[in-house]
């Protein structure tokens, strides 16, 4: 199994089901025995954070404070600092690979803003990352299955902040190195161009009505663009139904209708932010709304061909939304500034929409509008985010679990499924959320690895490596097992080597005279610091595609902080964890 990781021929959750075959065949692994793995908590927790994740995610609030916190930082290496430390603290609350996908966003942001390549900040993150999810059992899977060994050991699990004295102290100097040693990073690596940003369309215009709970009520145009960063642009105001002439010294009033032009995420952004609405018949959207599931409302981006039922008529002419359900959110034409509603504007072939509607029903209605769909790319625009509701969700299952009111697993699926009752996830979203690679290979591997002390295996190596570590002083056994861990975590997933190593290290432990508690925090540290390879985990291969890396990028950063947490980490942990 080993050996097929290292291989790299097969995906490694295809590599875990080889593992759990094999092993059912040399009879390793009896069949009634074959499956439990599904049913462990480990899957039920990490798929549940996944959800979590997601869900705050799609709030912006994270997103949305880091940009606060950027107006008055400017330097990218200031900048960096924000992110690495933010990055590390929310992946203490939820999984880590969830806090860098939710940050990296604000890293685009904050890099154009300052004119940096995003490569300086995406690898650092990506670390800064994996470090914050050694602060609490969630934060990384190492933790919750090393949890899960110390208490078929000792009967008790480690309890949800047990981690945070180690992982804190790990944390604080990663964030010092990075901060100093981001420089390593190639400053000419660039991502690939994606085919949504091949077709360059950024001119989109949208309208947006300034409700009674808007904070851009008073602000004038100029402040508004401002606070924006200017990345949108005011081409009209809707006053009474009737335009006047945008200067920035006007202000904004309650009812105005704004016709912003910029791209989808700008706009979405100063959406969000500025607490706008993008229909102001409210009450008629919620009417139509209620009468579908939430989860089924999302938006398309399509162009409009020469055949299409759109040339030469409007939205409103057309009755979209009465006729088909569909609502325009906005539109772009190449070369040309549009200063009116989008749903008032005569459309022409070539240009491109934005439609909002139920998406089972989105291809014909497509189809019978004459609209092309184009290549895919998130567009959040038109879809309504979930403010505070998901954290709050969070926020419970966090308190409920350290506490000890209920178990992890329980109180994560519960937060799951309540963001999803709630609407503050669509259960489409809620699946895309989950890693089903990642849940597949620990559900394969489970009982592979129970094998390990099922037929003794664990017992013979544990006892080999207690002789050589004999002559070794305490602090030797434990960095052995530290770097053992963060020598197999580069060519195994990060859970596949606690898997394997822990029960190992427990053992190891045990012939030696020592409480297994040092070993165990030395795996999970261990396995959770692949610096070295993009595929050890998921956090550094979810930035190698955006970050144009290639793959010995990752040991010119990864390498000194690896010699770092092996020497500050060894101290630490014998300091926290007596032997």
């Known amino acids: 199994m080993m050996l097929l990781f290292i291989w790299g021929r097969f995906r490694y959750d295809v590599t875990a089901i080889i593992a759990l075959l094999t092993a059912l065949c040399l009879g390793l692994v009896p069949p009634e025995k074959a499956f439990s793995g599904f049913s462990d908590d480990i899957v039920i927790i990490i798929a549940s954070a996944l959800v979590l994740s997601a869900a705050v995610q799609r709030t912006g609030l994270v997103e949305r404070a880091v940009n606060w916190i950027s107006q008055w930082v400017r330097r990218p290496g200031s900048q960096l600092l924000v992110l690495t430390g933010s990055v590390g603290v929310v992946s203490g609350l939820i999984k880590n690979i969830g806090a860098l996908a939710m940050m990296m966003p604000a890293a685009s942001q904050l890099a154009r803003r300052s004119g940096a390549n995003p490569s300086r900040f995406l690898m650092p993150m990506a670390f800064a990352s994996l ?77 947006a009505t300034v409700g009674e709970h808007s904070n851009a009520i008073g602000e004038t145009i100029e402040a508004f663009l ?35 032009s910029g791209e989808p995420d700008a706009l979405e952004r100063a959406v969000a932010r500025s607490q706008l609405t993008l229909d102001d018949d409210e009450e008629e959207e919620a009417a139509a709304d209620n009468n579908r599931a939430r989860d089924e409302i999302g938006v398309i981006e399509g162009v409009v061909t020469a055949e299409s039922a759109f040339v030469g008529s409007t939205a409103g002419r057309l009755m979209l939304k009465e006729r088909l359900g569909l609502r325009l959110v906005a539109i772009s034409r190449r070369g040309e500034i549009l200063r009116n509603k989008p749903g008032n504007i005569v459309i022409g072939a070539g240009d491109v929409i934005v439609l909002q ?34 954290l709050a969700i969070l926020a419970a299952a966090m308190i409920t679990t350290a506490t000890g009111l209920v178990p992890v697993a329980v109180a994560f699926f519960a937060a799951a499924g309540a963001v999803i009752i709630t609407g ?5 979203d809620a699946y895309e959320a989950v890693e089903w690679p990642i849940l597949i290979m620990l559900g394969a591997l489970i009982p592979v690895s129970e094998t390990l002390q099922t037929t003794g295996a664990s017992d013979i190596l544990a006892t080999e490596l207690a002789r050589l570590a004999r002559d070794m002083p305490p ?36 012939d030696l005279g020592y409480r297994p508690d040092a070993f165990l925090m030395a795996t999970a540290i261990g396995a959770g610091c692949d610096f070295l390879t993009p595929i050890g985990h998921q956090c550094n291969t979810l930035v190698m595609g955006p970050g144009g890396y290639r793959f010995g990028d990752y040991a010119r950063l990864g390498a000194p902080l690896s010699v770092l947490v092996l020497l500050i980490g060894t101290p630490l942990i014998m300091y926290c964890w007596p032997l």
Request: glycine share 10%; proline share 6%.
């Open 131 to 207: 470090l914050g999810g050694l602060t609490t059992m969630i934060g990384t899977s190492p933790n919750i299955i090393v949890s899960r060994v110390r208490e078929e050991m000792t009967g008790e699990p480690f309890a949800m902040f047990d981690y945070l004295p180690t992982g804190l102290g790990m944390l604080a100097v990663g964030l010092v190195f990075l901060r100093i040693g981001y420089r390593l990073v190639p400053a000419d690596r660039r991502a690939a161009a994606t085919m949504g940003e091949a077709l360059n369309i950024s001119d989109y215009t949208t309208e």
């Open 226 to 260: 401002s606070s924006h960063d200017n990345e949108i642009e005011v081409t009209a105001v809707l006053r009474s139904g009737l335009s006047g002439h945008v200067h920035p010294e006007m202000h904004i009033v309650q009812g105005d209708v704004l016709i912003l």
């Open 357 to 390: 509607g139920v998406l089972g029903e989105m291809p014909g209605r497509l189809r019978q509008l004459g609209v092309l769909p184009l290549a895919q790319r998130p567009i959040r625009l038109g879809m309504n985010r979930s403010s505070w509701l998901a």
């Open 424 to 428: 503050a996830l669509p259960v489409n």
């Open 475 to 510: 602090w030797g056994a434990v960095a052995m097992v530290l770097a053992a861990s963060m020598a197999v975590t580069p060519f195994l997933n990060n859970a596949a080597t606690v898997l394997v190593v822990a029960p190992i290290a427990a053992v190891f432990a045990t």
